[in-house]
């Protein structure tokens, strides 16, 4: 998930006896049990789901241990479930996912234990080795995205307003070109990118075709140069033309398993402009637990229009140097 949960409902979907896809939720209120177990029902299923973990997060209740927290929740969901073939095979409940943190098992009160370091799992070891950060909370996850001072943001947008008004209709293919050319300075470049990169960036994925073959490049070695642009470029460029870099980093994040930053990457995305299509596609897919390998075969349908764009920037700029 990308961070520590807490107050959350954590569903984890075996296959095999390995986790193939973890979901997270936040608690519901009580008259929200059952709609939530609906909506799980159907990822679940598409996912081909047949057995689940439930883990709940949050502090202790009253009673324990006779009473754990959010009982009814898990009874809920193991009917629910149940019903459409979807077993429940444990359910336990933690405060935390810290080392030596207790947890309890609701379907047996002997079941229990302590939790062992997670830092030092298999799981996290992969994560680390694929340079992927686990943050404390969601909130700390978030505030990876916050958003540049409102002054450099109403300066970018005034720059913005002057670079369309002022310059003629932009070539596709060179405006992509700028765009790779900046995800392939990202590992030299020392410092934020300046104004006038932003705005011209801003500028550039702006044109539908050249957001949409920025895709391409997800399935690329280049892959986490690019996501680091769409990343500074989500909390640089003014609103609404923020939703086109916050939408490629939520699609980035996605396709790679980070569900976390794909989440917090859409939020920006819907608030610098609501209704936007590309946002409301990938906040449906996420939602319905769409696998990632499947976004990762869409990017690749991008290739051939990428390689269109550039080579014919490439032939416009050999023409205007003969």
Known sequence: MGFHPADSLVVLVLKDCVVSMTMRVDLPRPRHRGMLAAQLEAPLLEHGATDVILAVVCGPSEHMPEELPHEPLVSALMHKLGGVGIEVVEAVWLPSCQ????????????????????????????SAHEGNVTFESRAALAAIAALDPPEALERRSALLDELITHSGEPD????????????????????????????????????????????????????????????????????????????????YAYQR????????????????????????LLRAALSAAFPPTELRALSTEYLDDARRLLSTAQSSSGLSQS
């Open 99 to 126: 080392k030596d943190a207790p947890w309890l098992c609701y379907l047996d009160l002997d079941c229990h234990g302590t939790l062992p370091d997670p830092q030092l799992s298999a799981v996290a070891a992969a």
């Open 172 to 251: 596709p293919g060179t405006e992509l070109r700028r765009v790779r050319d900046a995800i392939d300075a990202v590992e030299e470049r020392k410092g934020p990118l300046p104004d006038a990169e932003i705005v011209a960036l801003a500028r550039a994925l702006m044109i539908p075709e050249v957001r949409d073959a920025s895709l391409a490049f997800a399935t690329q070695p280049r892959s986490r140069l690019a996501e680091r642009l769409w990343l500074e470029l989500t909390r640089s460029c003014p609103a609404p033309e923020r939703a086109e870099p916050a939408c490629l980093l939520a699609f």
């Open 257 to 280: 398993g980070d569900g976390g930053i794909a989440s917090i990457a859409l939020e920006a995305a819907e608030d610098a402009c609501p209704g936007h299509a590309l946002t409301k």
